[in-house]
């Protein structure tokens, strides 16, 4: 059993089932998820199978409930559900949670989601864990984003659109101290989302991208970025806060070279100090802005290079772009299914 201040945690028993097929039943906390009204058959049947991770895989789903009333009000944790989504997906420690309505609004889904992460990273240390969410649950995109979860790709899930994000694992588990890291190994790190108290170290990487530019331009500019629906940008951090990398994108709705679709996510500039290049924060920065694209609909995502710059067209291929025109454009088909 885990205790935290508000909360009991524990695997599933036969006892809870009442209570559990209760709120399973409450379509209203479904309305962003593709699963069918459980019948009682279905929904005994997915106890069980709860039993069985905790079994075979030694993770499961927690039963939670409220210490001072003792009443079930939800699940939380970790599952293997087989959903044919691909190897960066599948087989890595799912994530999962639900409240039952009477127990949102007082941080408790927060407070139990932090309970399981932190079991299960003491428990087994998963180098990465994921999770799938309708892009216009906006409530579980932020409980995801609080936890380290970011968007990797998009997928069509039962019929209904997803984000795929993942979480990698704190540097505490599984990474060696910094001066052991093998050159080219990969960084510990996680992206944020640009926001305005950003802006320092968000200005800080563009003048190492852009030097030609002001610092009070690219501060001016940023924010514009901010004001935009069509732009976004993101930071990589390592594990003590530094800023590392920026990437920065647009949704372009006239025509992209090479590119059959719009809009069309467009990667305006990408950048990683040179200390950590080699490391993986190129690509996990894409990955952000192709979660972010494909929340807006798009299925390509395009880029371009100096015809001279050899070393970032090297990139754009490292990075899974095809060359599509000279002067030198590129496209990323983006995972839809």
């Avoid at 039963?63 to 003792?70: L, P, Q, R, T």
């Avoid at 309505?101 to 990465?128: C, F, K, N, T, Y």
């Avoid at 960084?187 to 305005?196: D, G, L, P, Q, Y």
């Avoid at 170290?201 to 331009?217: F, H, I, K, Y």
Wanted: with cysteine.
């Amino acid at each position: 059993m885990i205790e935290t201040p508000r909360l009991r945690l524990r695997p599933h028993r036969l006892e809870d089932f009442e209570a559990w097929y209760a709120m399973f039943s409450d379509r209203e906390l479904f309305r962003f998820i593709a699963a069918p009204q459980l019948s009682r058959e279905d929904g005994w049947n997915r106890l069980l199978r709860y039993a069985g991770h905790w079994s075979l895989l030694g993770y499961g789903m927690f039963a939670v409930f409220d210490k001072a009333s003792g009443a079930f009000i939800g699940d939380v944790g970790f599952a293997d559900f087989h959903r044919g989504l691909g190897e960066r997906f599948d087989e890595i420690p799912e994530v999962s949670w639900i409240m039952a309505r009477a127990a949102q609004g007082r941080g408790l889904a927060a407070e139990a989601v932090a309970a399981s992460h932190d079991w299960i990273d003491r428990a087994h240390a998963p180098a990465r864990s994921v999770c799938l969410i309708n892009p216009d649950n906006a409530a579980s995109l932020r409980l995801a984003d609080r936890f380290g979860y970011r968007a990797f790709g998009s997928c069509v899930y039962k019929d209904a659109r997803c984000m795929m994000l993942e979480r990698l694992a704190p540097r505490s588990a599984t990474a060696p101290p910094e001066n052991s890291r093998p050159e080219g190994a990969p960084t510990a790190m996680r992206i944020e989302a640009c926001t305005s108290d950003m802006l320092d170290d968000w200005v800080s990487l563009r003048l190492a991208l852009w030097p030609e530019g002001s610092a009070q331009e690219h501060r001016e500019e940023a924010a514009g970025i901010l004001e935009s629906r069509n732009d976004t940008a993101f930071i990589a951090r390592d594990d003590d806060g530094l800023a590392i990398g920026l990437a920065e994108a647009a949704l372009r709705h006239d025509y992209v070279n090479g590119c059959d679709s719009s809009p069309v996510a467009f990667l305006e500039g990408i950048y990683v100090r040179p200390e950590r290049r080699n490391g993986g924060v190129a690509r996990a920065l894409c990955h952000a802005v192709e979660g972010w694209a494909a929340g807006h609909g798009c299925v390509e995502f395009a880029s371009d290079a100096d015809l001279l710059n050899t070393g970032s067209q090297q990139m754009h291929e490292a990075l899974g772009f095809e060359e599509t025109e000279r002067v030198v454009y590129y496209r990323k088909q983006l995972l839809t299914g």
